[in-house]
C-alpha cells in the first residue's frame, strides 16, 4: 500500500486547510484510514481516523474544529482543519490499517502544517 499526502502549508490562527490522501496498490476492504501529526519534540499523536464505514475516532483537541471524510470510491482520505491553532503546527502523516484507535503499518511521506500566531 502506498499513501500519497498533500494540502499542507502554512496559515494563521483561525484559519483552514485540507489535507488529502489518496491510497493505491494492495487494499483491504476492512481497512481504516486516518491521519497522525507529530510536533517538533513531541510523539507522533493521532487526530482522527475513519473506518471504511464511517466509525470515526477525533482527538480530543481538535474535536469540532477538524472533520475527517473518504472517498471509497477513490482510496482517499481527507481532513477538513477549521479554527486551527499555533499548537496545531506539526508533520502530519496519513496512515492505513485495521484500527481506528491505533495505527496501521502504512504510512505516507508527511505534510508540514504550520499555523502562525
Known amino acids: 500500500v502506498q499513501l500519497q499526502a498533500s494540502g499542507g502549508g502554512l496559515v494563521q490562527a483561525g484559519g483552514s486547510l485540507r489535507l488529502s490522501c489518496a491510497a493505491s496498490?494492495?487494499?483491504?476492504?476492512?481497512?481504516?484510514m486516518g491521519w497522525y501529526r507529530q510536533a517538533p519534540g513531541k510523539q507522533r499523536e493521532l487526530v482522527a481516523a475513519?473506518?471504511?464505514?464511517?466509525?470515526?475516532n477525533y482527538a480530543d483537541s481538535v474535536k469540532g474544529r477538524f472533520t475527517i471524510s473518504r472517498d471509497n470510491a477513490k482510496n482517499t482520505v481527507y481532513l477538513q482543519m477549521n479554527s486551527l491553532r499555533p499548537e496545531d503546527t506539526a508533520v502530519y502523516y496519513c496512515?492505513?490499517?485495521?484500527?481506528?484507535?491505533?495505527?496501521?503499518?502504512?504510512w505516507g511521506q508527511g505534510t508540514q502544517v504550520t499555523v502562525s500566531s
Open positions: 496512515n492505513a490499517g485495521v484500527s481506528p484507535y491505533i495505527s496501521g503499518p502504512y
Open positions: 496498490g494492495s487494499f483491504s476492504s476492512s481497512n481504516v
Open positions: 475513519m473506518t471504511r464505514i464511517g466509525i470515526t
